[in-house]
């Protein structure tokens, strides 16, 4: 079922919430699968309905600051980047609080929990109206094209999802930042719409790309985020057989940015994905996109995309 976002349909996803089922929901940045985060349940309905690895954690939403810390221990550190990038598109991952009400399958078995606030009136309602914290990733079979839109979700998990709430298009379309909160540095466990500089300078800490070598946060497979068909990176023409996706003044069949806006090339990027995959073109093939700013974020993602399955 596809419902309007509107008061109706907040109390019906927060009543399959606390049924301990799952409700797919728009964030800022894509549409995520949310379920009660306390129910080991609920949460194992997330791994089913996905197809998940099991080693690959999930990240809790929640309501306020106060809110996270019953659920994980925020340094100084981590409480000045929560207060100035939450709510919004950075994840935190964190020491696990001691007591953490959250289900060991959140985690993945690790000692840390990763932690949003997300910006979007459609999650906030959802965590306030259950009452619960809600593991939510993004809602789409696993290592498939992330959800930008609700009939996304409905393509990619079919009935697998008893509701989908459907805000319309989503306003990054690029999953979070997420960073690990270490004494000495940061780490950046995943590119997103908050670059490793700004978190730099309000944490007063260097930024270092990449983690320990070991799974700690969604997005981290080596193949994740695609589609179908084979894809083909920093391509300037079509091949026989190939959808083209262009960028600036690589037109292609369709257009990331034909201005060459990264802003847009994110937010565009899943959405022409999802449109490449449903041609009758047995490849895709991608402009190149200039490896800098958001343009890091977004190649890592076509890089997880193109990458051998």
């Known amino acids: 079922m596809i419902l309007p976002l509107?008061?109706?349909?907040?109390?019906?996803?927060?009543?399959l919430i606390c049924a301990g089922q799952l409700v797919a929901v728009p964030t800022e940045t894509v549409y995520g699968l949310a379920a009660d985060a306390t129910s080991g349940e609920a949460v194992a309905r997330i791994y089913a309905a996905k197809g998940r690895p099991s080693f690959n954690p999930l990240i809790v939403h929640v309501a306020?600051?106060?809110?996270?810390?019953?659920?994980?221990?925020?340094?100084?550190v981590a409480r000045r980047l929560a207060e100035i990038f939450w709510p919004?598109?950075?994840?935190?991952?964190?020491?696990?609080?001691?007591?953490?009400?959250?289900?060991p399958l959140v985690t993945?078995?690790?000692?840390?929990?990763?932690?949003?606030?997300p910006a979007h009136l459609a999650m906030q309602a959802l965590i306030a109206?259950?009452?619960?914290?809600?593991?939510?990733?993004?809602?789409?079979?696993?290592?498939?094209?992330?959800?930008?839109?609700a009939e996304h979700v409905a393509v990619s998990l079919g009935d697998r999802v008893p509701l989908i709430l459907d805000a319309g298009q989503t306003r990054?379309?690029?999953?979070s930042t997420i960073v690990a909160v270490d004494a000495d540095r940061l780490r950046l466990l995943r590119p997103g719409p908050i670059d490793a500089d700004r978190l730099s300078g309000i944490a007063g800490l260097p930024t270092m790309a990449g983690g320990d070598g070991k799974i700690e946060a969604p997005g981290q497979l080596s193949s994740h985020y695609a589609p179908g068909k084979?894809?083909?990176?920093?391509?300037?023409?079509?091949?026989?057989?190939?959808?083209?996706?262009?960028?600036?003044?690589?037109?292609?069949?369709?257009?990331?940015?034909p201005s060459g806006d990264l802003i847009e090339a994110?937010?565009?990027?899943?959405?022409?994905?999802?449109?490449?995959d449903a041609t009758d073109k047995a490849a895709i093939a991608i402009a190149p996109i200039p490896d800098d700013g958001l343009g890091l974020a977004i190649n890592d993602r076509l890089r997880r995309a193109a990458a051998p399955r």
């Open 108 to 117: 993945a078995g690790l000692t840390t929990l990763a932690l949003r606030i």
């Open 172 to 175: 990054h379309g690029l999953e």
């Open 266 to 276: 994110a937010a565009r990027l899943f959405e022409t994905l999802h449109r490449a």
């Open 230 to 257: 084979p894809l083909r990176l920093n391509a300037t023409e079509a091949r026989i057989g190939e959808w083209l996706i262009g960028f600036g003044a690589i037109a292609g069949d369709d257009s990331l940015s």
């Open 6 to 15: 509107d008061d109706n349909a907040i109390t019906r996803a927060a009543d």
């Open 64 to 76: 306020s600051l106060a809110q996270a810390e019953t659920l994980a221990e925020l340094s100084p």
């Open 88 to 103: 919004g598109p950075l994840t935190m991952v964190l020491p696990l609080r001691e007591g953490s009400p959250v289900s």
């Open 129 to 149: 109206a259950s009452g619960r914290p809600l593991a939510a990733p993004s809602a789409n079979a696993s290592g498939r094209i992330s959800a930008t839109r």
